[in-house]
């Protein structure tokens, strides 16, 4: 079906606003970062101003965002890579053996509130001496990213053929040998998608951060309120470190594009 | 071993994963459970004492904080979902199909997606600002006087809901998008001979067959829109704003818990919030049997 033409005249013109309304506040946000203060206040300056590099400066030089930087590369790896090593294997019996009830209790983190768990959590890691350190960041950030990983590795395994497992169980391969051997490979893609979701969802995660990181694993999330002062606020700071934290990860996205919209839908269409 | 392993796959796949999330739920959630039924306040390791539902008697009886927080926490996810269904859908629709320049569109509708949520509040934060920020520039040029956003006592919320509204708009699209692309035409082209106007087509034939990719982009949304914190966070800060003008149910329980230290309380809040949310649940998924998977 050919759309007419007065629909896609329209169509044009409500896509161009919608595309601005969507991109134009970010686009602000990394015009922002190279304005000096006093060009941030110049309203006069709102469009023209000479860039500045200042506000780079300071965020990756004084306010130390190079170790953030770090920490939250780490933590979102690893418990993105310890997810996919627990989660695989789990989705992968959940789907063939039709474990309902048993994949509920791991979508259920994905409901409960995280504050429900934080004041418990806090209780022990501190009691264990663990509150400020990497392992209980990651232990936390895993819990997010397990459930993202169940699910969307089910629906994956849903839709890959037990008769291909069933045939090499013919050729004499054992059950978990199938499974290493034949299903694992041909679902790379899916892994692909659910470890750069989970990738994404822990690099942006503030919530559990904030309460359990210290001051030297703090993750960037939570380092961005080092620009907002009692008094005041460091816009143009804030507007960069603002824009080191966003940037990396919607360059990733747009660079997978394919499978970040294919985890962020995943089953979704099944009804 | 490996034939052991072999035979009892299902369990050995499983159970790791289970465990690793049973473990850090069901201790907590049972921990606060017996929480709000104590006193404790101060530090977590601090005595307390053992007070019965004395905790929800006076929180369910406190319309100062409490009973605002909740009406807070459904006003803004009603709101944020009905706008976030509403113009996804028809963003949905004009994507529906194929055109030139859809890549870029595409593009414009992950990014707000994968954007941090604290950066986005930040981001919103210096544009709503009252005297530089571009909101008021916008209005100025227009002829409208400059408004409070963030900054009033009652403009901070429905701002707040604006910010939830253009970064998860976008969520609502891919999967209602994803719904369509998987309906098959012939419905549509029997409508159309038919004689069924695109109203009537939309309205007949297309949301009826969609109904289900729209439930599931409400519930997923819905819980999300519920716990909402980060954007609220970053752009009020702690207790919700001074005069807490967006103190949400899990806003106020966060600060009970890490800036009063008010543990007790906070527990019998989180307790209530937490049935609210499978109640919420239980009834989205009663509509559609199955959809815990």
């Known amino acids: ?271 | 071993m490996s034939r052991w392993a072999n035979e009892h796959r299902k369990w050995l796949f499983a159970a790791p994963a289970m465990a690793f999330v049973a473990v850090l739920i069901i201790f907590p959630v049972a921990w606060t459970g017996y929480l709000s039924l104590t006193d404790a306040e101060g530090s977590v390791r601090a005595e307390s004492e053992f007070i019965g539902f004395q905790n929800y008697l006076d929180v369910l009886t406190d319309t100062d904080r409490f009973w605002p927080a909740v009406w807070r926490t459904v006003l803004f996810t009603g709101v944020v979902l009905l706008f976030e269904v509403v113009l996804g859908m028809a963003i949905a629709l004009l994507l529906w199909r194929p055109f030139r320049g859809e890549k870029w569109v595409r593009v414009a509708i992950l990014l707000p997606l994968v954007a941090t949520p604290v950066a986005v509040g930040m981001m919103w934060r210096l544009i709503f600002d009252p005297n530089i920020g571009m909101a008021n520039q916008l209005l100025g040029w227009i002829g409208i006087g400059p408004q409070p956003w963030l900054a009033g006592q009652h403009s901070a919320l429905p701002t707040t809901m604006f910010i939830d509204i253009w970064q998860w708009t976008p969520m609502v699209v891919l999967i209602l998008l994803a719904g369509l692309t998987s309906l098959s035409d012939e419905p549509q082209e029997a409508a159309r001979i038919d004689g069924a106007s695109s109203w009537q087509r939309f309205r007949h034939v297309t949301l009826p067959l969609l109904m289900p990719t729209v439930i599931v982009a409400i519930l997923l949304r819905g819980i999300d829109a519920l716990k909402t914190f980060d954007i609220l966070y970053a752009t009020k800060g702690r207790g919700g704003g001074s005069f807490h003008e967006v103190e949400t149910l899990n806003v106020y329980a966060y600060g009970l818990s890490f800036d009063y230290n008010d543990y007790g309380v906070s527990s019998t809040v989180l307790i209530i919030f937490f049935l609210i949310i499978i109640g919420v649940m239980w009834a989205l998924t009663y509509r559609k049997k199955g959809l815990g998977r």
């Open chain 1, 1 to 271: 079906m050919k759309p007419s033409k007065p629909y896609r005249v329209f169509r044009t013109s409500a896509l161009v606003v919608v595309v601005f309304a969507l991109m134009a506040p970010l686009l602000w946000m990394i015009a922002a970062s190279f304005k000096t203060n006093v060009d941030i206040y110049d309203t006069a300056k709102a469009f023209v101003f000479s860039p500045s590099l200042k506000n780079y400066e300071t965020v990756l030089q004084q306010a130390n965002y190079l170790e953030f930087i770090g920490n939250s590369l780490w933590v979102a790896f690893a418990a993105t890579t310890l997810s996919l090593l627990l989660g695989v294997p789990a989705a992968y019996s959940m789907s063939r053996f039709s474990m309902k009830k048993s994949a509920l209790v791991v979508l259920m983190a994905r409901v409960i509130p995280g504050v429900s768990l934080l004041v418990p959590w806090y209780y022990v890691f501190s009691n264990l001496k663990m509150v400020g350190g990497f392992t209980v960041l990651i232990l936390s950030h895993m819990f997010v990213s397990l459930p993202l990983i169940v699910y969307i590795m089910m629906g994956y395994f849903d839709g890959l053929p037990a008769e291909l497992e069933e045939a090499a169980l013919v050729d004499g391969l054992t059950h978990i040998g199938a499974f290493r051997r034949i299903t694992l490979p041909l679902s790379v893609p899916g892994v692909a998608t659910a470890g750069i979701l989970s990738f994404i969802f822990s690099w942006n995660n503030f919530m559990f951060a904030l309460v359990l990181s210290g001051s030297d694993t703090k993750t960037l999330p939570v380092a961005i309120f080092d620009f907002v002062g009692y008094a005041s606020i460091d816009w143009g700071g804030l507007m960069a470190a603002a824009t080191v934290v966003t940037l990396p990860i919607m360059l990733i996205a747009l660079f997978v594009q394919k499978y970040v919209v294919s985890g962020l839908t995943a089953g979704a269409t099944k009804g």
